[in-house]
């Protein structure tokens, strides 16, 4: 579409016109009335240092919905390249935790290991976004790892295009670990914050 062209078919055309922009792909947990529940999101976005905030958007379309924006803890999990199967496994006809033994954090919140990067977070607060809720989390708990990224944007109208660039090194200091599945890596705890809803 031209400089300037105007937005025929609306919905089509900004969706396409929003992927042009290439993000980062997460999956957002917390513990429903019937089990752990996932969503993939890619509108994920850091907000504040002081106090620790970011924010997600989850579609009201989605079933997975009023499980997170009644959720007084989640965690956010950046996917990294090797994380790539998680993708379609927390989709919307994904199988997300069956046959999964997925850890709980501190608050009860199914975590899953080795995530390139995971903000556990308490719910902080809701905005109205549209056809989306815009959902607020003061961060408890920051972790990371130096993996490559995995970034995806809207090729055309054919779909996902999947990339990634290499992680940065994790200062020095950071702790080394291995799981059965993954290499080994280095892991740096950020910071713990003070808990508390606001």
Do not use: K
């Not at 009644?70 to 006809?93: C, K, M, N, S």
């Not at 713990?192 to 606001?198: D, K």
Request: glycine share 12%; aromatic share 8%.
């Amino acid at each position: 579409m031209p400089d300037g062209t105007p937005l025929t078919d609306e919905t089509r055309s900004l969706r396409d016109a929003f992927g042009r922009f290439a993000t980062g792909v997460c999956l957002v947990t917390t513990m429903g009335p019937e089990g752990p529940v996932g969503f993939t999101a890619n509108s994920f976005s850091s907000v504040s240092l002081d106090p620790p905030l970011v924010l997600w958007s989850p579609a009201r379309a989605s079933r997975r919905f009023g499980v997170f924006a009644e959720a007084l803890h989640y965690a956010i999990h950046v996917l990294g390249l090797d994380q790539a199967d998680w993708i379609p496994r927390f989709a919307r006809t994904g199988e997300g935790f069956a046959g999964l033994d997925a850890p709980l954090n501190d608050e009860g919140v199914p975590i899953l290991p080795a995530a390139l990067a995971r903000f556990d977070c308490a719910a902080h607060a809701a905005h109205d976004g549209g056809d989306h809720a815009i959902l607020v989390g003061r961060v408890l708990r920051a972790s990371f790892r130096d993996a490559r990224r995995w970034s995806s944007a809207r090729a055309g109208t054919g779909g996902l295009r999947a990339s990634f660039s290499s992680g940065s090194r994790v200062p020095a200091g950071g702790g080394r670990c291995r799981t059965p599945s993954q290499p080994r890596f280095r892991v740096a705890v950020v910071q713990s914050f003070p808990t508390g809803i606001q």
